[in-house]
Structures are given as structure tokens and as C-alpha cells.
């Protein structure tokens, strides 16, 4: 069983900065994709970024140049910081691991509240 664990979310006013967590219970290597995802209220899941183990990655244009990944090979832990933030970032933050085409694990999620 693979578990994922989002920390680090809170109450920030807009301009502020966050920097999420995601802990994996096993290592990178077996995850065949992983990526950071957002859910705002009433909206569906949407895709934040991949988490690649090499090369550019593509944001999606509401965060770019504001939300960087990064992670921790040896801690099996991935990092969203999320600097300027706005109201309209609220959501519930998610990552997921995906092994081969049929499993995906997600995480139980971590809320970022935005306030203007």
C-alpha cells in the first residue's frame, strides 16, 4: 500500500507564501508519474504540475512563475512552495503517485486558504 501525506497548508493573506509537502512511503523510482493537484470548492480536480525527475516542468499558466516544485530524493518527499499567492488559489491541495497504468494513490489532501 502506497501513502501519500500533504502538510503544510494554512490560512495566508494574498502576496503571502506557502510551501506544501508531500511525503511517499516509498521510493520515487516506482512511481511511474506523480503530480501536484488542486480542488477548489464546487470545481473539480485540476492538474498543478508533474513531478518530473528531469527536465522543464509545465505548470499550469495560473501558477507559473509563482509555484515551484522541488523534492527530496532521499526523503521521498516532493515540495510545492507557492510564493504570491492569491485568493483564487484557495483549494485543497493533493499529490498522487502513480504506479504502472492501473494504480494511482492520492493523499488525504492539504488546505490552503487565500484571503484578500
Known amino acids: 500500500q502506497v501513502q501519500l501525506v500533504e502538510s503544510g497548508g494554512g490560512l495566508v493573506h494574498a502576496g503571502g507564501s506557502l510551501r506544501l509537502s508531500c511525503a511517499v512511503s516509498?521510493?520515487?523510482?516506482?512511481?511511474?508519474?506523480m503530480g501536484w493537484y488542486r480542488q477548489a470548492p464546487g470545481k473539480e480536480r485540476d492538474l498543478v504540475a508533474p513531478?518530473?525527475?528531469?527536465?522543464?516542468?509545465n505548470y499550469a499558466d495560473s501558477v507559473k512563475g509563482r509555484f515551484t516544485i522541488s523534492r527530496d530524493n532521499a526523503k521521498n518527499t516532493v515540495y510545492l512552495q507557492m510564493n504570491s499567492l492569491k485568493p483564487e488559489d484557495t483549494a485543497v491541495y493533493y499529490c498522487?503517485?502513480?504506479?504502472?497504468?492501473?494504480?494511482?494513490?492520492w493523499g488525504q489532501g492539504t488546505q490552503v486558504t487565500v484571503s484578500s
Open positions: 513531478i518530473t525527475t528531469g527536465g522543464p516542468t
Open positions: 498522487n503517485c502513480r504506479i504502472g497504468g492501473t494504480q494511482l494513490y
Open positions: 516509498i521510493s520515487f523510482s516506482r512511481c511511474s508519474a
